[in-house]
């Protein structure tokens, strides 16, 4: 069976880093963007299984990003999980999978990623 | 030291002076001066010798110590019936004891004779209506508060109140210009709701002359649309003047006679000028007493009047209802438990007790008028009268003061008080404040604006 | 369009989410903004003494109180105020709603942003029971459009490029069409029209049939065209769309629906607030307190 593919789309390499490390320990193969463009673009390419975004990116805020995600037929049902520091983050984006908020149960995170793709 | 920077016996002449004093917060440095102000002994004498007249001397002379009106002081009551409080006893070891010694009072007294003449009297003058020989306390004290005045005992914000108006014709900072101004932005506002809505300035011979309380222009001016709009519903020939707007006195609270005379001349002056049939006074009570019915001895009117005549909005209104110029939609009125609160300004010491209960007719459902208990020329001050609500020294002294008119307000049982004067109004805000028992509180201009039928041919088009 | 901005914060968390928007609209469109906090209320009379709204504590008002509080304010924004940015903080005492217009008509921003809430706290919040009365009277008197960020979903937002203009078809919807025209065409913006048909009038009884309500509907898109449609000649990017059932819950959904990120709607009101405290009963309040996105009301034509 193939490897499923998440995209971390998260602009603090740290919190990027470690996201990559703990996909990949899991039995993920996980990619990283640093802004929103570079994630929809990298989307398009590898049409991942799941997305983890960040809400706040230098170049867009992630609901516009959603909205992109959404409007394109091949990628609007790739299941997203936000997580970001903001307040209120839950209602961002009301389709997400999931909305954690920084400092995050990584644990938590794994469940919901298994839950959701396996 | 004789004199402070701050804390002397000379008014506020300038801006300057007015804007140093009000720098000093809470007035910190004022007190700390007043405590080695001395008295001007001379000056003292020489001003009971011209200035207190028979009526006085007599009052003081044949008070008989009869202890008739302890009952009728409401500070008495709340103070559990100290001796202290009772208003004959508390003029005769003021002003009485000055009159005795001719002047001849240390700074120690001043500072005892200040605190009574502000904090344990608001000059609501109801002692004067139980008294047996007809004796005015209340009448006094606003002589006493002169005499402290004069000498510079006399609380930090009414300082800067009688200032105000030495500077400004007004009893805040605004600016005849702000007047126009803020009048005309509330036309702008509500002309799309009303069209047609205009200021009608210094109109000669209109019939009426709006003036109003400085309060409003500076913090809420919706009272000044309300009543424009109100004048333009009853299709009223009104104008306002661009000077001598402010009817109200802090002058008169702080006891500084020279500004009371010049306050009240501003108003006079654009009566003359502008000869309207009448003026009409805003919702304020002490308004009314400085320019109505005390304003005319000030100014040495001899027949005791204003130049026109001069009534309270409460007149102006009940007439505009009686007379169908402002007709009430009646499913709108007010249909739930209300009272009113009788201001002792132009209820008690000029009579109006009648006019605002036949307004409550008119905008009251049947059966939900609760009158306070005692009520009309009986009733009892807000709590927070003659300049008392103002004065951060006297607080705690004016909270305990509102427990009277909370009581009262309490028995009713009604959760909405009328409160058709701005001194009475505020009293009442900050009682909810302090003890939130859950009430409101309105003038009478926003009620009856939302219960008035708007004639067809001043709606707006749709 | 946006060349200045005011801002009229509470300064608190609940004023959070509008300030998010109002920076990164400063930022966006280089604007001036103006960071605006009214102190308290001046109470005792003529009193010296406020009670600060955000405190509940009352205080003796002075300059060194005033810059206090603006030092406060510079601090509570200082990461999101860059330095390039062209910002001012005021401060006021005074009702809010009066001193917010007061500043309003003064220095005539092209919009007021605001949270939906004041912040107010203890006895005076207690008094003043209904939430946003502030925002209702500043959009009621305003002479431009007032934006209000409720809800922190409404926060999350970069620039404009979805429009839902939300209509009634009553004059001052007629104005929001506008100005919402105007945006759409000045950020090269989707815009997305729609109206409400009411259908919350009808008792179950007397339930319209679906022939009504589709004819009902059928007669929205004509008054559509011939009202808006009609007046927007060479602009392609639109849509046009009539949902029935109770129209702010259907304004709301539409929103989410199309990831809308502004509502653009008149205000509409010539209801009595009584001594200013009125219910929240308009379509636009109801869309304001619910929304996902930040909403544009407008009262008044705007002054070009």
Known sequence: MMMKKILIIEDDPAVSDYLKTFFEDNGYNAFTAMTAQGG????????????TLDIELPDEWGPRFYRKLAADKSLKNTPVIVISGLSGNKYAITKAVASLSKPFDRDELLKIVKETIG | MPEGSLCNKQPIQTDAALKTLLSDTGGRQYYQEMKSLDVDRGLLR?????????????????????????????????????????????????????????????????????????????????????????????????????????????????????????????????????????????????????????????????????????????????????????????????????????????????????????????????MERLKPKRMVGTECGHAHRATVVEGPYWAGRKDGLPPVESIHYVEWLAEALRTGKLKIDPARRIKEPVTLQDSCNYVRNHGLKEITREIIRYIVEPGYFIDMSPNREHNYCCGGGGGFNGIGLYREQRNKALITKRDQIIKTGAKLVLAPCHNCWDAIRDLEETYQIGIRWSFLKPLVLGMVEIPEHLKPKE | MFKKILFATSATNACDHAARVAFD?????????????????????????????????????????????????????????????????????????????????????????????????????????????????????????????????????????????????????????????????????????????????????????????????????????????????????????????????EIVKYAREKHADLIVMGHHTRKKTGDGEGALGSVAEQVILRANCPVISINRPIPR
């Open chain 2, 46 to 270: 020489d001003t009971i010798e011209k200035t207190c007249k028979s009526r006085i001397r007599t009052w003081l002379s044949i008070c008989a110590h009869c202890g008739m009106c302890a009952d009728s002081c409401f500070f008495y009551r709340i103070n559990d019936r100290d001796p202290k409080q009772v208003p004959a006893y508390k003029i005769q070891s003021t002003l009485g004891e000055i009159i005795r010694r001719k002047g001849n009072v240390d700074n120690a007294f001043m500072h005892m004779a200040m605190e009574t003449a502000w904090a344990k009297c608001t000059c609501c003058n109801r002692c004067g209506l139980y008294c047996p020989h007809g004796i005015d306390m209340g009448v006094m004290f606003s002589y006493l508060r002169g005499l402290l005045y004069q000498q510079g005992f006399v609380p930090w914000e009414m300082k800067i109140g009688a200032g105000m108006h030495r500077v400004y014709n007004a009893q805040m900072d605004v600016t005849d210009e702000e007047f126009i101004d803020t009048f005309l932005w509330m036309a702008e506002e509500n002309e799309e709701e009303y069209p047609g809505l205009t200021i009608p300035i210094d109109k000669v011979g209109a019939d009426i002359l709006y003036t109003v309380n400085a309060r409003e222009v500076k913090h809420y001016p919706e009272d000044l649309a309300q009543a424009a709009i109100l004048f333009h519903l009853a299709g009223e020939n009104w104008t306002v003047t661009s000077k001598g707007w402010e009817q109200t006195s802090l002058a008169m609270f702080a006891g500084d006679w020279a500004a009371c005379k010049m306050q009240v001349e501003s108003v006079y002056d654009a």
């Open chain 3, 25 to 249: 609209m400063a930022r966006r469109y280089n604007a001036h903004i103006d960071a605006f906090h009214v102190i308290g209320v001046p109470t005792r009379g003529f009193s010296q003494v406020v009670v600060d709204l955000t405190t509940g504590e009352q205080v003796a008002l002075d300059d060194n109180y005033r810059d206090l509080v603006k030092e406060e304010i510079r601090a509570y924004y200082d990461h999101q105020i860059k330095p390039s940015m062209d910002c001012a903080i005021e401060v006021a005492v005074g009702e809010a709603h009066r001193e917010i217009l007061r500043l309003a008509r003064r220095t005539q921003p092209d919009i007021i942003v605001m949270g939906g809430s004041t912040g107010a706290t203890g006895a005076y919040a207690a008094r003043r029971n209904i939430t946003g009365s502030t925002f209702q009277q500043v959009a009621k008197a305003a002479h431009c459009p007032v934006m209000v960020i409720n809800r922190p979903a409404g926060s999350f937002w970069g620039g404009f490029s979805n429009i839902v203009f939300g209509t009634d078809f009553s004059e001052s919807a007629d104005t929001a069409f506008a100005f919402a025209f105007d945006l759409a065409k000045t950020f090269d913006c989707e815009l997305l029209l729609l109206h409400a048909l009411d259908i919350t009038g009808c008792q179950i009884n007397t339930l319209h049939s679906q022939d009504d309500i589709d004819d009902q509907i059928r007669k929205a898109r004509q008054q559509m065209r011939f009202r808006y449609i009609s007046k927007m000649r060479d602009f392609k990017n639109y849509e046009v769309d009539v949902w029935e059932g109770i129209p702010f819950v």
């Open chain 1, 40 to 51: 929809y673009d990298l989307a398009k390419q590898e049409h991942p299984d799941l997305i």
